[in-house]
Antibody
Framework: EVQLVESGGGLVKPGGSLRVSCAAS????????LNWVRQAPGKGLEWVSF????????YYADSVKGRFTISRDNAKNSLYLQMNSLRTEDTAVYYC???????????WGQGTLVTVSS | SSELTQDPAVSVALGQTVRITCQGD??????ASWYHQKAGQAPVLLFY???KRPSGIPDRFSGSSSGNTASLTITGARAEDEADYYC???????????FGGGTKLTVL
């Protein structure tokens, strides 16, 4: 069974940093591209970032480019999102998701809540 | 603002058929994917590509596309189908992903 478990969320002040993680199991992690998708409270889904299976290709939404860094450790079956210069509008549940075709995400974690507030 | 446009809310009578639409320029080049999300839960992929449905998804969910509009059709809506529905696709550059704003489906 595919499992994705996010962790590392919490309360951080504007301008601060946080790293969220996603631990994967139940599938061949190193063969799958992965994404981060977020959802602000009461709002819709927003794609954040993509990383290819080897880490060679990385893309970011304009809203986080230059502030967030996606990475992965295939030896540890883990995905990461380093978030710097956080803003109040970054407050959201952050989901990791496996990538089926480049814009379809077939497995999702339960998410981790990041709250940016003073 | 989203490059994919969805109606904010749609309603359907129990057992009837409903179509949820998603409009955007990138849909002339890329297929949409469809998800539903129930309160407090993660999204679930329902349909993707030209004609693909993940295993375990009932065949009452189907997708189609015409020009710049993609559609998800639910045939024989059930009470449990009440949820938020989202489309996604690549953006015009082909490298990034965009979601529609979501459609809240109410089953009457």
């Amino acid at each position: 069974e595919v499992q994705l478990v996010e962790s590392g969320g919490g309360l951080v002040k504007p301008g601060g940093s946080l790293r969220v993680s996603c631990a994967a199991s139940g599938f061949n992690f190193s063969s799958h591209s992965l994404n981060w998708v977020r959802q602000a409270p009461g709002k819709g889904l927003e794609w954040v970032s993509f990383i290819s299976s080897s880490g060679s290709y990385i893309y970011y939404a304009d809203s986080v480019k230059g502030r967030f860094t996606i990475s992965r450790d295939n030896a540890k079956n883990s995905l990461y999102l380093q978030m710097n210069s956080l803003r109040t509008e970054d407050t959201a549940v952050y989901y990791c998701a496996t990538d089926k075709t480049g814009s379809s995400f077939d497995n999702w974690g339960q998410g981790t809540l990041v709250t940016v507030s003073s | 603002s989203s490059e994919l446009t969805q109606d904010p809310a749609v309603s359907v009578a129990l057992g009837q058929t409903v179509r949820i639409t998603c409009q955007g320029d990138s849909l002339t080049n890329y297929y949409a994917s469809w998800y539903h999300q129930k309160a407090g839960q993660a999204p679930v992929l329902l349909f993707y590509g030209e004609d693909k449905r993940p295993s375990g998804i009932p065949d009452r969910f189907s997708g189609s596309s015409s020009g710049n509009t993609a559609s998800l059709t639910i045939t024989g809506a059930r009470a449990e189908d009440e949820a938020d529905y989202y489309c996604s696709s690549r953006d015009r550059s082909g490298n990034l992903v965009v979601f529609g704003g979501g459609t809240k489906l109410t089953v009457l």
